[in-house]
């Protein structure tokens, strides 16, 4: 049993998820975009059958502006925070992993060596 084309089976099914996900991420994203943009444009003209085009315009930029503040304030409160401490259990199934892992490659280390003697 080769080590190599475990791993490289491994990297390829993790690769292909993120790669989905990735993509999935950036379809939501571009009908975000999209949905945005023609609800900008429904109000626009429904602003401007009430109040005429500069004051739709500014309402809207307004509107914008506020979101734009309210996201860049809400990036600055949760700059501070520190990452959670990790819980004992926790230490302790990470450490089995690295054992388990420090296991694995010094029997492929000692099944490569040539020069056995028996």
Known sequence: MRLNPITRVAFQHLLARMLRRVLLVIGVLVCAIVALSQF???????LEMEYGA?????????????????????????????????????????????MLIEAVLLGYALARKTGRTS
């Open 40 to 46: 900008t444009a429904a109000g626009s003209l429904a």
């Open 54 to 98: 500069l004051p739709a315009r500014l309402i809207i930029g307004t509107a914008y502006g506020i979101l734009g503040v309210a996201g860049a304030a809400a990036f600055w409160a949760m700059r501070g925070r520190a990452a959670p401490v990790a819980s004992a259990p926790a230490k302790k199934r990470e450490a089995h992993l690295v």
